[in-house]
């Protein structure tokens, strides 16, 4: 089981992707959005790629969202032409926003009062402006009862021919705290009453504005999306270990994995350390059911694709290059230095950030942006 | 004092190496392996760096150490032609490895038994082979009291005319644990005995053995470094949070930070949120002295590089791209978005290899493996 089950050959620390189970979370993500008809813009920050952005456009996914201009610079290149930039903004880069505002509809956030007069300074073409509210994750974005601060921005953009308002753009990146369905739930309601009271009052003056939610869990376990106009989520094209451990996925949806040479085991001390450390995985851990820190899951190659080994291993240290994976005697017993053992990621945005590209299960290179 | 203290444009987050401190950090390193007469392998793990690693070659270092074949490689591009890695034998990657051995001096790591046959079946050229002993970090290497394993490794090295052993090699990487001086001295001192009680034995068998440690809190707090050969130790190019917090180095002497734009203050929650997440910073942290978790420490730019700001400011959390910085109020008065803040790192290696390339102060670009 542990030598290399693939028709390829892996010879140091190799990302993999499941295309069969990306393509099935994207197909679930997409049949939601339709059935609860909301516009999907999904984060393509995840993953990063033309190529898996593609399985989206083949599924009628027109626009989508990401976390920096560079970003949203790869995409344009490859036909994506209305895209969100989710992050505050950073007038700095007016040059860049000026190029892709030549090009496509690029949507800005802003999430402080001070910023938009900036960029005006400096803008040449028209961009889509949405305003960040906090509905309670409290990382950026405008306090819902700061009536003054919201309406200081929307005057700043109906001041401007080069500005067209959006609407209310939320992230309840606080649902990551959950670990029930009914909390996520929770979450959701109130940050659709939050963003609904500005819409109420607003709606009037701005008749087109629309409500656009974010989060990962929440696309994934709430059922209705009433009072909603958009979805952003991103993570759910390849889930992790922090999703499953929310409830917002199973262990079986995780889209990739990271192969790694076995390189020496240790059977007296319960460890086997393998070539993948920090560099690849990237430093985010979860806490095991007993207590544990984990920097991923590890699992059994398998001409499938991989599965969970009897008993469970994991990523119990990290360092620049090795991973130190606690196991049991018996599953060391079976392994030895040259094998390979697949690691489940804890934040599969990072660790596919760190890696650079993909194979697939057969063998084909996936490219990503930092590689490009 | 926050907006852009330099003569070159910065409007995404930018690594700045300040050439000066690190070349302070690396004739510091240099001067004590002469006093000490010990040969000086440096690890090159930490800047990956053709230019950074001229600034050793420029004072008489000819050797280096790596942690995958991918840097050996790299390095042996630039004429660097004696490299150990310093990681456990990866056999799969024998390929690497013969091509290597061909043109340069390639030292290899017997961390574990059964590793050194099968590099055996398919080794062509000559390499060094160095057996890595566990002094007491419980990470690889052989049990200083497993004489058969090192024995049953030392006979194959001698029954191939492939492989030439070079000595005993460990690392202390469990000086990383210490807070004192005397507590990384006591570690050394151990690690010394245990190599040299084995030298002692193999002596008369191998007269020229080497005895080779690594670690940068050793290699920046033990004054005598009797008894041992050679120092690999890689950090103390550009030192960090980690090692200050050691005692291995002083604030002042970290040689790299990330410069990152404002783009958002939130002076009711002493927070301000800068353009700098885990892909740059990566994510390990420390714990400050009054107890809570830093991803980093914030320094204010200036003509001359950076300094640290009147009361203490760190990052307190991150997202993928947002960090998000605890700060008192009179300092967050004084910004606004658009300013530039510095972030030292907690972990340099990390932060330097998630970044892809460095400016000087002045401006230069200095190029990485990850960006080549």
Known sequence: MPANPFQFDINHPTLLLDKQ????????????????????????????????????????????????????????????????????????????????????????????????????????????????????????????????????????????????????????????????????????????????????????????????????????????????????AGNLVFYDLTQAKIGACSLDQIAIAIACPVVATYPERNEIIIYGGGVHFSKDFITTEGGAISYGAVVLLTNKGWELPPTAMFVKALSQEHGTVHSDKESIRNLKPGDLLGVLPVHSCLMADAMGSYLTLKGGRVSRLSES
């Open 21 to 232: 189970k990306c393509i099935r979370n994207i197909d679930r993500f997409v049949e939601k959005a339709k059935k609860n008809n909301v516009n999907l813009r999904p984060h393509f920050k995840t993953h990063q790629s033309h190529e898996v952005a593609s399985w989206f456009k083949e599924r009628g996914v027109t626009c989508c969202t990401v976390s920096s201009l560079k970003m949203a610079q790869y995409f344009s290149e490859d036909g994506w032409n209305d895209i969100t930039v989710a992050f505050p903004l950073n007038y700095l880069e007016a040059d860049l926003i000026n190029s892709l505002a030549s090009k496509i509809q690029l949507n800005l956030l802003i999430s402080v009062c001070e910023v938009l007069p900036q960029l005006l300074k400096k803008l040449k073409n028209r961009v889509g402006i949405f305003i960040e509210i906090d509905s309670g994750y409290h990382r950026t974005g405008f306090d819902p009862q700061d009536i003054s601060g919201v309406e200081r921005v929307l005057s700043e953009i109906e001041s401007s021919p080069l500005t067209e308002f959006r609407g209310f753009l939320s992230h309840a990146g606080h649902t990551y705290r959950c670990n029930s369905k009914s909390a996520v739930e929770e979450i959701h309601l109130e940050e659709v009453r939050v963003l609904n009271d500005l819409k109420n009052r607003y709606k009037a003056r701005c008749p087109d504005l629309k409500l656009s939610v974010g989060d990962t869990p929440s696309a994934s376990l709430v059922d209705d999306f009433s009072g909603v106009d958009e979805l952003r």
